[in-house]
């Protein structure tokens, strides 16, 4: 059962932390928004559309998954593989350490908090099922709304690969979840030349 007080608290919380921004992209009226807290809100939407009985633990992880994500920008890292990889860890670190002093302001005790927090930091992503739903749905949003612009900045070669390294993170109903999603001739192309 949720406590709908702390909850909606902890959901504010996120989202005044993530409306200090300063990246802002067009949101669905077309007006710029925060890019993190328009991110926020796409993986809360999935998530609802996905799991719409998701555990408190998850939606509070969905919304808090890039909670200040360009307080670490990935300039600050060796442009090197090993280098992305320490910006993606050391990201992971900060979003779980910042959302548990957010949800302890909003009067969660410590094992909610820790849930969460192993939820930012995919623990365990092989056999947690909510884990795996959180990552799905990062996926499923990724797909969505970063994919196209994603690949008109990058060569078709890297974007195959990523959709190559993205389909593996996801379960069966996250494979047909993504193969329904709206997507643009081109995008559509990239996929299906991806998983041929």
């Known amino acids: 059962m949720i406590d709908n007080t ?24 077309g007006q710029p928004v925060p890019k993190e807290l328009l991110y926020a809100q796409r993986m809360s939407a999935c998530l609802a559309r996905v799991a719409p009985d998701a555990p408190e633990a998850v939606q509070l992880a969905a919304r ?30 900060y979003h779980a350490e910042l959302a548990g002093q957010l949800m302890q302001q909003a009067g969660y005790e410590p094992a909610p908090t820790a849930r969460v927090q192993q939820l930012l930091q995919k623990q365990r992503l092989q056999d947690d099922p909510e884990v795996q739903l959180l990552e799905d749905v990062i996926c499923l949003v990724f797909l969505e709304y970063y994919f196209l612009p994603f690949a008109a900045q990058h060569p078709e070669e890297k974007v195959i690969e990523i959709v190559q390294k993205t389909w593996p993170k996801m379960t069966g109903r996250g494979h047909a979840l993504a193969l329904q999603l709206p997507f643009s001739p081109e995008a559509r192309a990239l996929v299906s030349k991806a998983l041929g």
């Open 6 to 29: 702390r909850f909606t608290e902890a959901i504010r919380l996120f989202d005044a932390a993530n409306a200090e921004d300063p990246n802002l992209e067009p949101g669905p009226d």
């Open 64 to 93: 808090a998954q890039h909670i200040r994500r360009w307080a670490i920008p990935r300039s600050d890292f060796p442009l090197t593989r090993p280098g992305y990889h320490q910006w993606r860890n050391t990201l992971k670190k």
